[in-house]
Each structure stands twice: as structure tokens, then as C-alpha cells.
């Protein structure tokens, strides 16, 4: 039996649910969007394991039985708090309530879809660039600095080809740094910020399942093309392969970090080399799977049904 844990206001969320369906692959949906209302979870530490159980409406589920968890965290904007909880408590209710389901899922000796220990990276972008590195895949020059002055002097020294990006898991969109915004440089003495140079090319996202590796080139103008239309730019993805020693370094990272999911950021330049901006513990994988008609569910679904050495038939396309 599989488990979920996410919310069906979260897309992805719903296209995993749709993908079991679709597969006949049984689950029990753990829904955050009510949880705790309507749920019971009970368990205790035995063998070096949690043993116990998870009771929805009309179903129980021991965790004995799970051959696989799939976990994708709600924010506050896809929850019902309580009627009797105000809603400024109301982040500090979740956060709570969701430390209890890490603290489960962190030593489940089932495949998890994925453990907290291994997004942790992402809180910290210079750390998870070691990590990178350490794992042959190649980093843009970075700069991480509150020091208006060495922000500048990184700035003329790639010859004004520089963008700036969040430093943090938060999202941010990435920007090309313009005269007008050297303009603003004394407000970096309030938070650490991130430089980089621009690396020209074009963008390529790898996502890892398990022991897979699906590779999407995506041809846009943009500079984020994530956020391509409204700056004006298309966005075109096509099924692609990379390198068998940049296909190794991903799935490398990806079990340095203990993540049987990533979507990991590459961009190969016009000479031909990789680079990696970031892995992503928590991939909205739905948007490429669409886009570039890669069956990255149907592996998921695969992982979790027979575990993480799973391989996913190719006649199994994305559900559209």
C-alpha cells in the first residue's frame, strides 16, 4: 500500500493520485488540506522503527503495510485551519502539526518520497553548491555578500553578465543585474544577497526517480523561464539526453542528498559544458511532464509500488 501526503489543491499532489489510479496501484490519501480533522496517527519507536498506524475516515492503514510514501508539504494557502483557531496561530498549528508527520516519515524503512533530511540543502544555496561540486558537476562563479562594494567589484569583474537570485529554498525570480540596480546596491547591507555570473545556453532540467534520469531541454529567451510569459518570452521543452558523466553526477547528488525524487537546474553552454544552478528536493515535476511528454509519474509510481530499484515500462506516457 502507498501513501500520499500532500493536498489536492496542489497539482502535483493531484496528478500522483491520478498516476496511482491510472496504474491500479493502491494508496490512502493522508489530505493536509484537512489534517489533523478526520485523521488519526499512532505510532511508537520498536526495533529501531516506528511501528503503528494511520486512520483516515472509512480506512486504517498499519505502517507495516507501506511499500512507499509520497510526501509534498501544504502551505498555509491550501489548508481549512480549525473554526476555532485564529488564523496568526494558524502557521504555527501546521508547522507543528507537520514536524510530527518529518519526525514519522524520517526513519521509515520504506521508500520516502522525500525524507526532510535530504531537502535540507536547499535551505542554503552556498552549501548545496559544495555539495554540487563535490559531485563533478560544475557551479557558476558566486557571490554571496551583504558588502555593496565586493558586489560591485564582482560585477565589473564578469563584465556586467551577472544575475541575482535568492540565496535561501525560498522561490525568487532570477534577474540580470542592471545599471539601475547598481543604483540600489547599499540596500544589500541588510540581508545576505546572491550574484552570479550569467552563464549563456541553453537550460536543461534533469529531474532523478530512483535510478532513472529524465532530461528536458527548454529553449526560451527568458532569463527565468519559468516566468517567461510575463516577460514576454515563450517556452519550448523537448525530451533530451546529457552526457553519461553529467547523467552519473546527477544521480550521484541525488544519493549524496538521499532524494529518490530531484529536479535538478543544469544549462550547457554553446562549448558544450554543463552547469548546475540547484536541486530541488520537492519537484514540480507536472509542468515538464506535460510540456516535454516524459513519464516521470509513472516512474514515481513505479518506485513506490515495488521500491526504489523499480524501473517504469517506456509504453507508460505522462498523463496528460
Not at 530531484?262 to 553552454?269: E, P, V
Request: with cysteine; glycine share 8%.
Amino acid at each position: 500500500m502507498i501513501l500520499v501526503v500532500g493536498g489536492l489543491a496542489d497539482r502535483v499532489t493531484e496528478l500522483v493520485c491520478a498516476r496511482l489510479d491510472d496504474c491500479a496501484y493502491p494508496y490512502r490519501l493522508l489530505d493536509l488540506g484537512f489534517y489533523p480533522s478526520g485523521f488519526d496517527v499512532n505510532w511508537r519507536w520498536e526495533d529501531s522503527h516506528p511501528r503503528g498506524y494511520i486512520r483516515g475516515h472509512d480506512w486504517r492503514l498499519d505502517l507495516e503495510e507501506l511499500s512507499g510514501v509520497y510526501v509534498r508539504y501544504l502551505g498555509a494557502e491550501g489548508r481549512m485551519p480549525p473554526a476555532d483557531v485564529e488564523p496568526p496561530l494558524a502557521p504555527a498549528m501546521y508547522f507543528e502539526y507537520d514536524s510530527g508527520l518529518m519526525a514519522l516519515f524520517e526513519d521509515m524503512p520504506c521508500p520516502v518520497v522525500n525524507r526532510l533530511a535530504g531537502g535540507m540543502s536547499n535551505s542554503s544555496k552556498a552549501y548545496q553548491a559544495l555539495l554540487v561540486r563535490q559531485c563533478g558537476l560544475r557551479t557558476p562563479r558566486t557571490l554571496i555578500s551583504c558588502d555593496p562594494n565586493e558586489v560591485r567589484r564582482f560585477y565589473d569583474e564578469c563584465a556586467g553578465e551577472v544575475v541575482y537570485k535568492s540565496v535561501s529554498g525560498v522561490r525568487s525570480i532570477v534577474r540580470r543585474v542592471t545599471r539601475q540596480h547598481l543604483e540600489r546596491l547599499p540596500l544589500v547591507r541588510h540581508a545576505p544577497t546572491q550574484v552570479q555570473e550569467f552563464v549563456p545556453g541553453e537550460n536543461v532540467r534533469v529531474h532523478t526517480v530512483g535510478d532513472r534520469v529524465f532530461a528536458c531541454r527548454v529553449h526560451s529567451d527568458a532569463v527565468d523561464y519559468r516566468y517567461a510569459e510575463r516577460d514576454g518570452h515563450g517556452v519550448v521543452m523537448e525530451p533530451t539526453t546529457v552526457p553519461a558523466a553529467v547523467e552519473e553526477s546527477c544521480l550521484r547528488l541525488a544519493r549524496e542528498l538521499d532524494l529518490l525524487l530531484t529536479g535538478i537546474d543544469l544549462k550547457q553552454t554553446p562549448a558544450g559544458d554543463y552547469y548546475c544552478f540547484e536541486v530541488n528536493p520537492s519537484p514540480g515535476f507536472l509542468y515538464y511532464e506535460q510540456q516535454a511528454t516524459q513519464p516521470i509519474s509513472a516512474a514515481l509510481a513505479e518506485l513506490l509500488h515495488d521500491g526504489a530499484g523499480a524501473r517504469v515500462p517506456e509504453s507508460v506516457m505522462p498523463m496528460e
